[in-house]
C-alpha cells in the first residue's frame, strides 16, 4: 500500500470521527509525507493548521494509522506545500492563502453594500464552538433560497455572526455580482421606518427591502418590542420569502428568549435553520490570535498567540487587544516582543508557565473539577475513581475536555487531576466529547452553561 492510498484509508475513517465541517477545513488538505522507522510525517498547509491539528488529533489520527499498518507509530507534523489528493474545492482551506480571489467590480459592490469582502468562509476559524453555523452558512451561500431560509444565528459579542453572514454575502456577489442584497442592523431597519414615516417615503422603504434578493439583519432582537417595526418587518419578510429571496438573521439570544417578539414573527424565525455559535475554546482562541494578527501583519513571538488566548476569553477582546498592541509597537518604534504582550496583559514574567498560562490562573483544574461535578450532583472525589458507568464517564469527559480547551493543561497533567489515567484514555476523553458538542445540543447547553460558570 502506498503513502497516498494509506493516508486515503485513515482520512475515511477520521471523516467518520469528526463533523463535516470540521474534517474538511483540518483534514482535507493534509497528506501522508512519508512513513520510515515507524516515524509517520504528516504535512499541513500552514502553522496554524498543524498546531490545530497535532493539538487536537494526535491520538485520533495514531490509533488510526497504527490499526491500518498494525504498528506502533510516532507523529511528526510539518508545514508541506506537497500536493494534496483533493481538489481545493472539496477541502475548503480554514485559513485563505489571499483574499484576491473577487474582482475590482464585486469589492465594490460589497463596499458600497456595507459588506466587508474580507470576511470570507476562507478566513473564518472553524471549531467545535462555531462549525454547525459554519456548515449552515456554506450550504447558504450554495444553495440561496433554498437550503435553509431563514438562518438564525445567535450568540454572544464577537463570536462571528457578522463574519458569517458577510462571508455569505460575498460568495453570492462574487458568483452573481447583480444580486439585489440589503444588510442592516436591527436599529438601523427601526430608525429607517420612523424616518420613512415622518418624510412621508414609506414606497420607497419598501421598494428596498422588499424586493431584496438576499435580505441581512444584524442584532434583529432591536426591533422586539417596537410595533410599527414589527408589522414591517413582518411584511418585509413574508414578501422576500415568497419570492425566494434568502433571509439570514442574527441576534444574541434564540427567538424563544427574544422578549416581546410578536408570536407571529418568532414563528416566521422559527421555521427555518436556528444555530447557536457558542465562545471559542482555546485552540480556536490561539487560532483567532494568529490570523488576526496575519491580517494586521503584525509578526508575534512565538508562543504569544497563546499567551493571549489563555487571557482572553472573546474573538473581539483578541482583536482589540492586537490593535492596542501594534499602536504600542508603533508608537515606540520598536518590534513586539514576549515582555510587551504580557505587559499589555498586565501579568508578569514569573506568573506564566511555558503554556503561556498565568501560574494563577482565574481558576484552578482543581476548581474546574468541582464545578463540573456540581453541576452533575456529583462528588469531586467520584470523577477521579475507577467507576466508568455512563452517568460518571461522561461527566468526567467533560473534565477533561474542559481542562484542555479552556485551561491549556496537557493530557498527562489532566490525567494526573483524574487518579492517574494516561494520555491516551484522557485525548479519548477530550476527542469523544469534541464530536458530541456537535451532535448533541443537551450537553453543547450544558459544557456551555459549565463554562459562563467557570469565568464568571
Known sequence: MNLETLWKSVLAEIELSVSKPIYR???????????????????CPNALMRTLVESRYYSLIKNILDQRTKTNNSLLFIVSTKKTTLTLNEAGPLFSQSTDYQTVDTRTTAKRLHIRFESTFETFAVSTSNHMAYAAATAVAKSPGTAYNPLFLY????????????????????????TKVVYCMGEEFLNEIIEAIQTKSARQFKQKYRKAELFLVDDVQFIAGKQTAQEEFFHTF??????????????????????????????????????????????????????????????????????????MSEARSIEGFLKRLSS????????????????????????????????????SPQELLEKVAKHFELKPSTLKGPKRDRPIARPRQVVMYLCKTELGLTLDDIGGLLGGRDHTTVMHGVNTITHELSVNGSLRAAVEGIKQILWV
Open 238 to 311: 413574508n414578501a422576500v420569502h415568497r419570492e425566494g429571496g434568502q433571509i439570514i438573521l442574527t441576534s444574541d439570544r434564540s427567538p424563544n428568549e427574544i422578549a416581546k417578539l410578536e408570536d407571529r414573527l418568532r414563528s416566521r424565525f422559527e421555521q427555518g435553520l436556528i444555530v447557536d455559535i457558542s465562545q471559542p475554546d482555546f485552540e480556536l482562541r490561539v487560532a483567532i490570535s494568529n490570523i488576526k494578527s496575519n491580517e494586521m501583519h503584525i509578526t508575534l513571538p512565538e508562543d504569544a498567540s497563546k499567551l493571549i488566548a489563555a487571557n
Open 25 to 43: 477545513t483540518q483534514f482535507a488538505q493534509t497528506t501522508l509525507v512519508s512513513l520510515q522507522q515507524n516515524i509517520a510525517t504528516i504535512g
Open 328 to 363: 504600542e509597537s508603533l508608537l515606540k518604534s520598536v518590534p513586539i516582543t514576549t515582555d510587551m504582550v504580557m505587559s499589555l496583559l498586565k501579568i508578569k514574567p514569573e506568573e506564566n508557565d511555558a503554556n503561556g498560562h498565568k501560574n494563577n490562573p482565574r481558576i
Open 155 to 178: 450568540g454572544g459579542v464577537g463570536v462571528g455572526k457578522t463574519h458569517l453572514v458577510h462571508a455569505v454575502a460575498n460568495v453570492i456577489l462574487t458568483k452573481k455580482p447583480n
